[in-house]
């Protein structure tokens, strides 16, 4: 009896310290003016796994680009994460840094999700979008 | 027993290092997604903003009109219809600095314009100003637009859960004709278990 109640104390705390304390990650794709390059780094065990990039493009509204990312979800679940763009100048400086906030989305299994978003001003010529779990 | 002991009593100390112990208050990501209750939050805040102002700068009558000049605008009070209180002001505040750092507008601040009026009335009345680098009464400039609108919101509620709808609709009136250039659109719904509430 003794022993079970350790064994689940045990148990209890190691998921405690599991989801307690867990890391979300993010995952970046970077597209540039011309759209030709395309450079996706997945650093997140979760969505690494589960999405992927299925279609970038990019235009300019007068002197303003807009970015456009349709997003799948690879697997057999329902996907709840959070995305954010994140603007570049063609120095590679940040633009308006925080100046769009992480938004909710949600995927079903095997879905195409598309966003968009529009640059802040017209220094901007690439972007990235960021996701996190 | 001994060794499951020293070992219950490893994963405590881990439990506490890990979780329990470092600071109690700390700085967070101002653009991480806020669901503390269903009130309105500032999630919604930025993104209404974040929406209403890629709408507006890239509606095509609106592209033609900015893209060899800066119209001048003026911000008129959002009504607030909701059941809650809500610094509108705050909202429009967000979408006005949006919208003068893509360069494609200017404003007027009129809650400025009493605090104008005494520093240029000092200008000339003081004695204290050069009156060749005062600023002249006259000269400035009107706006040819104004952006208005309303914000409202639908709550329901049973004995288990709640659902709250806010709708912001933002207008671009052009104040010579009268004409509404553009109007805009945001519509948020949140839905919480009752337990969990607190509006």
Not at chain 1, 77 to 93: S, T
Not at chain 2, 13 to 27: D, E, H, R, V
Not at chain 2, 42 to 67: G, H, N, R, W
Request: proline residues 3%; charged residues 20%; contains cysteine.
């Amino acid at each position: 009896m003794r022993k079970a109640l350790v064994r689940t104390a045990m148990l209890a705390g190691l998921s405690g310290i599991m989801m307690g304390c867990a890391v979300n990650e993010t995952a970046t794709v970077t597209v540039n003016d011309d759209g030709t390059t395309q450079i996706i780094e997945s650093n997140s065990g979760l969505l690494s796994d589960s999405l992927s990039i299925a279609d970038t493009k990019t235009g300019f509204v007068g002197n303003l680009l807009k970015a456009q990312v349709s997003i799948k979800n690879d697997s057999r679940k329902q996907l709840n994460f959070q995305y954010k763009f994140k603007w570049l100048d063609k120095n590679g400086f940040e633009v308006a840094i925080d100046g769009r906030p992480w938004t909710p989305i949600s995927i079903t299994p095997y879905e195409s999700k598309t966003v968009q978003g529009v640059a802040p001003n017209p220094t901007v010529n690439s972007f990235k979008i960021l996701v996190q779990d | 027993m001994k060794f499951v002991k020293l070992v219950a009593v490893i994963m405590a100390g881990l439990i506490l290092a890990s979780c329990a112990s470092g600071p109690k208050i700390q700085y967070g990501d101002a653009t991480s997604v806020e669901t503390t209750t269903l009130g309105f939050g500032s999630t919604d805040l930025q993104t209404i903003a974040a929406k209403l102002v890629d709408d507006l700068v890239t509606f095509p009558p609106i592209v033609q009109e900015t893209a060899n000049r800066r119209p001048v605008v003026f911000v008129d009070k959002i009504k607030n219809k909701t059941t809650e209180h809500i610094d509108t002001e705050s909202i429009t505040d967000t979408i006005q600095t949006k919208l003068l750092q893509s360069g494609k507008f200017r404003f007027v601040d009129m809650t400025a314009v009493k605090a104008v009026q005494e520093q240029m009335q000092f200008q000339i009345d003081s004695g204290m100003v050069d009156p060749s680098k005062a600023v002249a009464f006259g000269k400035q400039t009107g706006a040819e637009f104004m952006l208005y609108g309303n914000m409202s919101s639908i709550v329901k509620r049973n004995s288990s859960a709640q659902d709250v709808y806010y709708k912001f609709t933002l207008k671009l009136l052009n104040l010579e004709s009268g004409i509404m250039e553009w109007a805009g659109e945001k519509e948020i719904r949140k839905t919480g278990e009752k337990s969990f509430m607190s509006l």
